[in-house]
């Protein structure tokens, strides 16, 4: 039997790898000309790439689909993980500068390309896509981490060391739990 823990952890690698494989496959079938596509087809081979290819080319997508919807994928992947490598540790300087990495790295993919530092096309809407994933990955890993501290305070192994400092802004109620009696009902039963 998986645990609430253990199935959080599921959950959010399946995420991110089913945002990853889809970026792969989007960047396969839509797209022409990268790097991946002689990765991908000295690993396949020519016929899989072929199949993957007719099957991107069948339809009309919309610009976006093609170029940026990847974009935000894989950075919403990237995202994912490093905060679910980090997640339950104290924020310290080295856990911001690793979950500010694919931050960093995306962002500034695309503001590099808007002063021509990095190869590509800057577009303003691959930058939207990769701040919404961002925001979509921080969202989620806090929405994971708020309730399982909550059963975690039901349990009475809530430890107020281990908590960031704006969780105790965002949940006020945590500071009256922390101080009921012990006399008082659980939380969960």
């Known amino acids: 039997m998986i645990g609430t823990h253990d199935s959080r952890r599921v959950v ?12 792969v496959l989007a960047y396969l079938a839509l797209r022409d000309g990268l790097v991946l596509h002689l990765w991908l087809r000295d690993l396949v081979g020519d016929h899989a790439m072929g199949t ?3 099957a991107g080319g069948a339809r009309a997508f919309p610009p ?3 170029f940026s919807a990847p ?5 919403f992947a990237f995202c994912l993980v490093m905060l679910r490598i980090w997640r339950g540790a104290a924020w310290t300087s080295a856990k911001v500068a690793w979950c500010a990495l694919p931050v960093v790295i995306g962002l500034g993919v695309e503001i590099g390309q808007a002063f021509h530092w990095v190869a590509g096309t800057f577009d303003p809407i691959d930058l939207l896509a990769s701040v919404v994933a961002i925001g979509a990955a921080f969202g989620f890993n806090a929405s994971i981490g708020t309730s399982r501290s909550r059963e975690a305070l039901a349990r009475g192994s809530w430890k107020r060391s281990t908590w960031p400092w704006w969780r105790d802004r965002r949940l006020p109620f945590l500071k009256r739990l922390d101080n009921r009696r012990s006399d008082s009902k ?4």
Request: charged content about 15%; glycine content about 12%.
């Open 12 to 23: 959010t690698d399946a995420m991110a790898g089913c945002a990853l494989g889809l970026a």
């Open 52 to 54: 993957i290819r007719s």
């Open 64 to 66: 976006w689909v093609k």
């Open 71 to 75: 974009d935000g994928l894989w950075q």
């Open 186 to 189: 659980p939380l969960v039963s």
